[in-house]
C-alpha cells in the first residue's frame, strides 16, 4: 500500500473541506475589546464587521448586531449619525420604523468604511462584500478599484481589502475578480419613483413607500408600517428574485408584475401576497377616484373635494371648508365592496360620484 498517496489524498479532502466551510460555514462570533458586539450572520473580528451581503439596509444590520447589555453604538458614514440609539422612536413595546421621521433613515443600505462605535470606547469599521469603492452601491466601479489593486495600478487598504476579498480566504486575486465579476452579472433590481412614492426591489429585499405607508420585506422580516396597521415579523422565512426580464418579482413563489402599474398597485398585491389583506379595489375617472385599501383606508377624489378614512379619523375637504373628526372606522373589502363601518358600498362597477355620496352619507354627512 502506498502511504503517502492515501496521506495525500487526505490532506487534499481536508483542505477543500475548510475551503468549503470557510465560504459557507454560518459565522457565530463575538468581538475582543473593552466594550463589545456580537452577531449570528457577520463576522466580527479585529475591530472589523465583514460578511455583510451588498444591499444590507440599516434595518436588518440593527437587528442582527447585539451589543453588551446596557451598551449602545452609534453608526456613522464619516461624520454624519446614520443611526443614534436615542432617536429611536417606539410605538408601545415596537419601534416605529415610519418614513415621516427623518431622524432615522432605517433603510439606508450600508457602505464599507461606515463605522460603528460601539459604548465610549470601542469603534469597528464595516466592509461590504464587493463595496469596494464605498459608496453601497455594486457597479463596474468595484470591479474596476479590485482590478487596479490586482495589476498594481492602486493599493487599497482595509476595510476596502476587505470589501474585496469576496471569498473571505485573507488574499486579493484573480478569483475574487471572477466572483465579483458573477455577481454584477447576476445582480438585478426594479426601481420607480412616482411623485413622492418609491419602489426598490433586488433578490434580497422589497422596499415600497407609497402615501404615507411603508412595506419593507426581507429573507426573515416583514415590517408594514400604515396608518392604521403596524405590523412586524421576525423570523419568518421570505424568498425574494427579480425576472430576467425586469418586469415582475416573484416573492414566496407568487409573480408580481411591476412593468407599466403603478406603486400603489404593486403596494396593494405585495401586501396580499405576504397575507395582509386582500389587496384593494380602485375606480378611476381621470381627475376623480376612490381608492380601499383592505384594513386600512378609503381615499376619495371627486371634483376637487377630498374624503380620507382612516382607522382613527377621517377627513373631508369640501367647497374650502374643511372637517376633520376623531373617531374609530372600519375599512374592509368584500369582492367589489366596500364594508365601512359594517355598512357596503359597490366600489368596482360604480361611479365615484355615487361611491362619494355613499361614504358621506355613511359619515354622517
Known amino acids: 500500500m502506498n502511504t503517502s498517496k492515501l496521506i495525500t489524498k487526505a490532506t487534499v479532502v481536508i483542505v477543500i473541506t475548510l475551503f468549503i466551510l470557510q465560504i459557507v460555514a454560518p459565522m457565530v462570533t463575538t468581538a475582543a475589546g473593552t466594550e463589545t458586539i456580537a452577531s449570528n450572520i457577520y463576522e466580527i473580528q479585529s475591530n472589523l464587521i465583514k460578511r455583510i451581503e451588498p444591499g444590507t439596509r440599516l434595518i436588518k444590520f440593527i437587528r442582527n448586531v447585539i451589543a453588551d447589555s446596557g451598551v449602545t453604538y452609534t453608526l456613522y458614514d464619516g461624520n454624519k449619525v446614520v443611526y443614534d440609539p436615542s432617536k429611536v422612536v417606539y410605538d408601545g413595546n415596537k419601534i416605529d420604523y415610519s418614513t415621516d421621521d427623518n431622524s432615522i433613515d432605517w433603510f439606508s443600505i450600508l457602505k464599507t468604511g461606515m463605522t460603528l462605535k460601539v459604548g465610549n470606547d470601542t469603534t469597528y469599521t464595516i466592509a461590504v462584500r464587493g463595496d469596494v ?11 474596476s478599484q479590485l482590478k487596479m489593486h490586482i495589476v498594481g495600478l492602486k493599493t487599497l487598504q482595509s476595510p476596502y481589502t476587505d470589501a474585496a476579498d469576496m471569498n473571505y480566504d485573507g488574499q486579493i486575486t484573480s478569483v475574487d475578480m471572477s466572483q465579483l465579476k458573477t455577481m454584477l452579472v447576476n445582480s438585478s433590481s426594479i426601481s420607480k419613483q412616482e411623485i413622492i412614492d418609491t419602489l426598490y426591489i433586488d433578490n434580497s429585499s422589497i422596499l415600497i413607500t407609497t402615501n404615507m405607508d411603508t412595506l419593507y420585506v426581507d429573507s426573515d422580516t416583514i415590517i408594514i408600517e400604515e396608518i392604521i396597521n403596524k405590523m412586524e415579523q421576525d423570523n419568518c422565512s421570505n424568498t425574494i428574485a427579480v425576472s430576467e426580464s425586469g418586469d415582475s418579482i416573484i416573492l414566496n413563489g407568487k409573480t408580481v408584475s411591476v412593468k407599466n402599474r403603478n406603486i400603489d398597485d404593486v403596494y ?8 395582509y389583506g386582500d389587496g384593494y379595489i380602485s375606480i378611476d375617472d381621470g ?3 376612490v381608492t380601499v385599501y383592505d384594513g386600512n383606508y378609503v381615499s376619495i377624489t371627486y371634483n376637487g373635494n377630498t374624503i380620507g378614512v382612516y382607522g382613527s379619523y377621517y377627513d373631508i375637504s369640501e367647497n374650502g371648508n374643511d372637517i376633520h373628526k376623531d373617531g374609530s372606522n372600519t375599512v374592509k373589502i368584500d369582492g367589489n365592496n366596500m364594508v365601512l363601518n359594517d355598512q357596503q358600498v359597490l366600489v368596482t362597477g360604480s361611479t365615484v360620484a355615487a361611491v362619494y355620496s355613499a361614504v358621506k352619507s355613511i359619515l354622517g354627512y
Open 133 to 143: 469603492s464605498g459608496d453601497g452601491l455594486l457597479t463596474a466601479l468595484d470591479m
Open 268 to 275: 396593494a398585491e405585495i401586501r396580499a401576497v405576504l397575507g
Open 287 to 289: 381627475n376623480n377616484n
